[in-house]
């Protein structure tokens, strides 16, 4: 389990500081950054998805032990409006689509990064009660699959983030194993801001 101080440093391509050439390179055909789960970088490229079972070139996995059940801990993430709560680039997460939360329901993401507003469409691929919920999403650039996982763990629960990355574009395939780092970082603060917010919520609630 994970339970460590996160960098707060900029995202994005100022992760290939470093590798100067591959970022001249990405700077140079960029027009835009989007941030996915707090930093991905806007490729140029096909519109075309493809296929989501593709070998992914990273895969980040944070874990950390929240000291509430896992039903509680099911209610904070499954609560999409408190996900600009605990998720710090998320300024909004709704759902769009008609009928209670499900498989397949569509979910409007807007990012916050150097002032500028990102906007992403998720569709919920799992939804198991106090075990999974998934997400799947993608741009131009790449794709990525969201499993956020739980477990009971004692009186507490075991929560994972875990999420796969899976370029489409050259760029994004150069660009991305330089940003795992950032990635990393990102995602371990997600997983601490949620594990404070779910365990201060349902201490004032008591």
Not at 56 to 70: C, F, G, M
Not at 97 to 123: K, N, Q
Request: glycine share 6%; hydrophobic share 35%; charged share 30%.
């Amino acid at each position: 389990m994970t339970n460590r101080g996160v960098d707060r440093k900029p995202l994005g391509l100022d992760a290939l500081n470093g590798f100067e050439p591959a970022r001249d390179w990405a700077e140079a055909q960029c027009s835009s950054i989007v941030l996915i789960r707090q930093s991905l970088p806007c490729v140029p490229g096909s519109t075309s998805r493809e296929p989501s079972s593709k070998e992914p070139v990273i895969r980040i996995t944070e874990s950390v032990l929240i000291d509430r059940p896992p039903r509680v801990v099911w209610a904070t993430v499954t609560d999409l409006d408190s996900h600009p709560l605990w998720r710090p680039a998320v300024r909004e997460f709704r759902k769009v689509s008609d009928g209670p939360l499900a498989v397949g329901s569509r979910i409007h993401e807007v990012l916050s990064w150097r002032g500028r507003e990102i906007t992403l469409e998720d569709e919920v691929t799992a939804l198991e009660p106090e075990r999974r919920f998934g997400l799947r999403g993608g741009w131009k650039g790449a794709d990525f699959d969201v499993d956020l996982l739980l477990e009971p763990s004692g009186a507490g629960t075991a929560f994972t983030f875990d999420w796969s990355l899976q370029p489409k574009s050259l760029l994004m395939r150069v660009a991305a194993p330089f940003l795992k780092g950032t990635f990393e970082r990102s995602t371990a603060e997600e997983v601490e801001e949620l594990k404070r917010y779910t365990e201060q919520r349902e201490a004032t609630s008591r």
